[in-house]
């Protein structure tokens, strides 16, 4: 009956995120600001992200590209777009709220979200995490100068040196102020930001003074 039992919970494990992403896509969205907050602003996406994370092979990835000073690179490229400010803005939206909400009364969710504990797999595979050769080989690579010759050599990277740059160009902050501007950014509220919104009612004199509309172009004579 125990048999059964883990076999039915590791077989339950399996179906409930048949169609997750893989560690490597995991790992690549957590160390994007960006990608990282639509990832909690989704509940689905966040429990496939916290069953990967329950998978050594994402910690392993997500180490392997910490040792790389590109990364950091590319999270501070992320972090300075003006992008990144209607992706976090979007925690304000309702529409975010009502998912969660949806997914706390959902029994699918927890069932979901249980699934990675009740595996058996997963712990096998963090006992044998040790003898994964990534983790042999990142162990080795500590011992590689070009290791400490890329991390030397980064302030000189012309992708570091743009980015060193940029808080000099006006251009940023002028898009940076638009973005913030924007009523898209915003989600649901930014609807209340758009004067379009109201219609008339912006303008109360609409109705005393319409606009006037310019007359028809006379029609062209026709040819003989």
Do not use: H
Not at 95 to 100: D, E, G, P
Not at 171 to 179: I, K
Request: hydrophobic fraction near 55%.
């Amino acid at each position: 009956m125990k048999k059964f039992s883990a076999l039915l919970m590791a077989l339950m494990a399996q179906v409930a995120f048949a169609d997750q992403p893989t560690p490597e896509a995991t790992a690549s969205a957590l160390l994007d600001p960006a990608k990282a907050a639509q990832t909690a602003q989704d509940p689905k996406a966040a429990v496939a992200a916290m069953t990967n994370l329950m998978d050594p092979a994402t910690s392993i990835i997500m180490m392997q590209k910490g040792m790389d000073p590109a990364t950091y690179t590319k999270m501070l490229q992320a972090g300075m777009s003006p992008d990144i400010l209607k992706t976090y803005a979007n925690f304000a939206d309702p529409a975010v709220a009502m998912k969660w909400l949806a997914a706390s009364m959902d029994p699918n969710f927890y069932m979901a979200a249980m699934a990675p504990f009740l595996n058996p797999n997963m712990y096998v595979k963090w006992m044998m995490a040790p003898l994964d050769p990534r983790v042999w080989n990142m162990a080795l690579n500590t011992l590689n100068p070009n290791l400490y010759l890329n991390w030397a050599m980064a302030p000189l990277n012309p992708a570091n040196m743009n980015l060193m740059m940029a808080p000099l160009n006006p251009n940023l902050y002028t898009q940076w102020a638009a973005a913030a501007a924007n009523p898209a950014t915003y989600g649901t509220w930014g609807a209340f930001m758009n004067p379009a919104t109201y219609g008339n009612i912006a303008n109360p004199l609409a109705g005393f003074f319409p606009v006037p509309v310019a007359p028809a172009a006379p029609a062209a004579p026709a040819a003989k």
